[in-house]
Structures are given as structure tokens and as C-alpha cells.
């Protein structure tokens, strides 16, 4: 069975309960050379990351390697408790934020293939609350006008950020302004409440036109729970991370786990790091109002290396298959328009596209100098990272908790990383 999703592209669709059953295990591990990297070369990398936690410009950070699915790298360095010198281990549990968006991504391209969802329908067949979204225009007499969409926003949309719709703290446009004043994305909220909020506020722009990052992946996640009948957390859990054996990545951190979980760290303006959010009294140890698609995550090393290897095996790991090939080629190709190229988040990044719920690098400019292309991935809010690039066989997982977000470690490590490919 097939269902389309654009114009000579298909995707295949598989009936739901045909997911195959995983056989649990963990990624083997290789000396770098027996999957044609230097291991001398690769030594350097986690040297690099202690700079940073010697420098504190970062409290700790951990690193994780894997090429031809076989893991030639995995340490942590520096401290998950900076105030009572407690160390930042391989298996502690970070809050990956933002790098929530690919598993929400996979989740919804899952009821896409079992044709529960269309790539290309309008949110509103799914969201009937969104059906009437008007577009913000202008300022006039200290209100804001608004017009017709020229379309609806789509499902693709959400997907590849050109929905129209905005977070609130990333701009300061009367529609960000507004969003901050609705409280969009409130924690007690649910997501019911989310879509009846934005359909009370105007996007900033025509759907299908400007890249613009916003809440269209917490969108994403309401329409799985409208679909599906359960909430986020639980279809994650069936339908994702029990069948990759992703064991510690959650909403809610258990509490047999909160000595594995690292506080999160902001620079002190005279130099140094302080305490923003206590491992101990973190929100992420309690029950949220609604589970944000967009950034609710938490997670290790280990696990989201096991999600990117999926990704990379095209759809499958260790049995367990989440997606057809062909639907994680749609999803990590360029899909924004002309109109929405390069993407920014803040800032503008030349040679940088989006697919289907990643950046990907289209062409090498000195914002991707240290890239490959092809290259997908994205980030978390705390200075989380992970990227894979299909044509070197090769996916990395770097992270911290520091706030705000900085490229810092990425860019560090990356030309190292590839520089250890010696074939």
C-alpha cells in the first residue's frame, strides 16, 4: 500500500501492529580502526571537551561515536553536581529539550505510513480548532490586523517549520509579543489547551513560505494523541523507545534515577557557572500539564545514540523496525521551499535546509565549514547536539546542560570527528 505525500513521491505505508519486535542488545563496540577510523586522532576528542570543563564554560559534557553501527567512542568528563563534586557519568540523564523534535518527528511519520495521518492534509483535519487561523499583517491603532491565509497550513508544515506559527521568545514581532502574553506552551496547560490558544492568535506569516522555528512540533504531538488515543508519553514509550530499548529516556524522571541526573548550568557574569535547575527540585521529576513534543525529553547518551543508529539504518535497529527507507529519506532531505532557504533560528545559517524534522546541510559555506553534506540533526535549549552523516556511516551524540544554548562543544568536536575517518 502507498500513500502519497508529494507529487512522484511515495512513501510506503504499513498497516499498525506490523512494527517488528526488537531483540534487545546493546551496540557493539569496535576499535576505531576496525571501522576505518584513527584512534589516535579520535583520542583527541575528549581532551577537548575537558578545555571546556576546565575553562567552565561548561560544567560536563559526554561524547558518543558510532560509525557502521558500531560504537568507537563513549566518555564523560567534568561534574553532573558542580556544588558537591558529584561526576558526570556516561549513564546520566540529561534534558535534551529541543532534540525531543526528531522523536516527535518519527512519531508522527509512523501514523503517516499507516495512513492514520496525511503528509499533505490541512492540521485542521486533525485539529478542528486551527481551521480558521488568520495571518498577521500589520499594526494598526495599537491592534493587530489580520488576513486570510492564502492556504492552510499543513502537516508538512508543522514538520519543516514553515507553518506560520512562532515560539514567543525567539523574535519580538506583535506575534511573538502575543504568544508570551497567552502563555503559549504554559506548563500546567494540556495540549488541548495549546491548540485552543493558538487559534486565538494569528501566524506570522503565510503557511508554506519562511522557515520560522516555533511550537509546530507541540503541535505535531497533539495531533499523535488526537490520533492515536494516547497520551504522548505513552505512545513514545510503546511505539519508540521500548521497541529501540531506549531504557532511561522519559518526561518525568523516575525517582530511582534522580542520582543519575545532572543539574543545569548557566554562566555567572563575573565568570564560572551557576545552578539554574537543581537536579533534585526539577520540574522534569514531576507530572507536566501537557508533554511537549517540542522539548519535554529527558535522556542519555546511550539512548538517543540507539535512536540516531535507527535513523541511520534507515528505520530499523536490532530488529525493531520504526519506519520504511524511503519515509527517513523524506524526512532527512531538504524540504523547505526557495522562499524559507537558508533556515535561522535567530540568526541566518547559509548551506542550511530542513527536511522532516532536522536540519540538513545542502552546500558547504562557512557556517558549515566544519560540515558534511548530507549531514542531518539538530540541538537541545541546554547545549545538547547530535548529528549523522548517512555518507561517512557516522553519527555522534555530544551533550551538556548549559544554558543558553551555544555550538560551542559541536564545533569543537566535529572537525575532529571527521578528521578520524581514514577511509
Known amino acids: 500500500m502507498l500513500l502519497m505525500v508529494a507529487a512522484g513521491v511515495t512513501l510506503a505505508a504499513r498497516p499498525a501492529g506490523a512494527q517488528t519486535a526488537a531483540v534487545h542488545s546493546e551496540m557493539p563496540v569496535a576499535d576505531p580502526a576496525e571501522v576505518g577510523m584513527s584512534a589516535d586522532k579520535l583520542a583527541l576528542v575528549v581532551p577537548k571537551l575537558q578545555e571546556f570543563v576546565d575553562a567552565k564554560k561548561v560544567a560536563g559534557a559526554t561524547v558518543i561515536v558510532a560509525r557502521r553501527g558500531h560504537i568507537v567512542l563513549h566518555d564523560s568528563v567534568g561534574w553532573r553536581d558542580i556544588e558537591r563534586d558529584l561526576p ?11 532534540m525531543t523534535k526528531a522523536i516527535t518527528s518519527v512519531a508522527i511519520m509512523m501514523l503517516i505510513e499507516e495512513e492514520q495521518v496525511e503528509l499533505d492534509a490541512p492540521v485542521s483535519c486533525y485539529l478542528p480548532e486551527l481551521a480558521d487561523c488568520q495571518v498577521f499583517s500589520g499594526m494598526q491603532d495599537g491592534e493587530m490586523q489580520r488576513v486570510a491565509p492564502e492556504r492552510q497550513m499543513t502537516v508538512r508544515d508543522l514538520l519543516r517549520h514553515t507553518s506560520g506559527l512562532t515560539y514567543g521568545f525567539f523574535g519580538d514581532t506583535p506575534v511573538d509579543q502575543a504568544y508570551v502574553a497567552a502563555g ?6 494540556t495540549l488541548d489547551d495549546l491548540a485552543t490558544k493558538l487559534s486565538r492568535l494569528p501566524l506570522l506569516h503565510q503557511p508554506g513560505v519562511k522557515f520560522n522555528y516555533s511550537v509546530s512540533t507541540d503541535v505535531l504531538g497533539c495531533i499523535i494523541e488526537r490520533v492515536s488515543g494516547h497520551s504522548l508519553a505513552d505512545f513514545f514509550q510503546q511505539r519508540v523507545f ?5 531504557q532511561d529516556t522519559a518526561f518525568v524522571v523516575a525517582p530511582e534515577d534522580v542520582g543519575r541526573f545532572s543539574d ?28 511537549s513534543g517540542g522539548g519535554g525529553l529527558t535522556s542519555t547518551a546511550r539512548d538517543y545514540m540507539r535512536f540516531c543508529q535507527m535513523l541511520l539504518n534507515q528505520g530499523e535497529l536490532a530488529g525493531a523496525r520504526l519506519l520504511e527507507s524511503d519515509s527517513v529519506l523524506e524526512m532527512t532531505k531538504n524540504q523547505v521551499p526557495d522562499s524559507a532557504y537558508p533556515i535561522g533560528v535567530g540568526d541566518t545559517r ?36 547530535f548529528w549523522i552523516s ?29 578528521a578520524a575517518i581514514e577511509d
Not at 558526570?88 to 529541543?98: A, G, N, P, Q
Not at 503559549?184 to 496547560?189: A, N, S
Not at 536540519?359 to 559555506?365: K, L, N, R
Open 350 to 385: 547559509p548551506g542550511v535546509g530542513f527536511g522532516l524534522g532536522f536540519s540538513v546541510v545542502c552546500e558547504i559555506t562557512d557556517w558549515t565549514q566544519f560540515c558534511h553534506v548530507g549531514e542531518y540533526g539538530w540541538g537541545g535549549a541546554a547545549s545538547t547536539h
Open 88 to 98: 558526570l557519568e556516561k549513564d546520566s540523564i540529561v534534558r535534551i529539550y529541543s
Open 264 to 291: 543545569n548550568h548557566s554562566p555567572r557574569a563575573i565568570g564560572g557557572l551557576r545552578v539554574i535547575d537543581e537536579s533534585h527540585e526539577s520540574d522534569f521529576l514531576s507530572q507536566p500539564g501537557h508533554y
Open 184 to 189: 503559549v506552551l504554559k506548563r500546567d496547560d
Open 242 to 246: 521500548d521497541p529501540l530499548d531506549m
Open 390 to 418: 548517512p555518507d561517512d556511516e557516522l553519527a555522534v551524540v555530544v551533550l551538556s546542560q548549559r544554558m543558553p544554548f551555544t555550538f560551542q562543544l559541536e564545533t569543537a568536536v566535529k572537525p575532529l570527528i571527521y
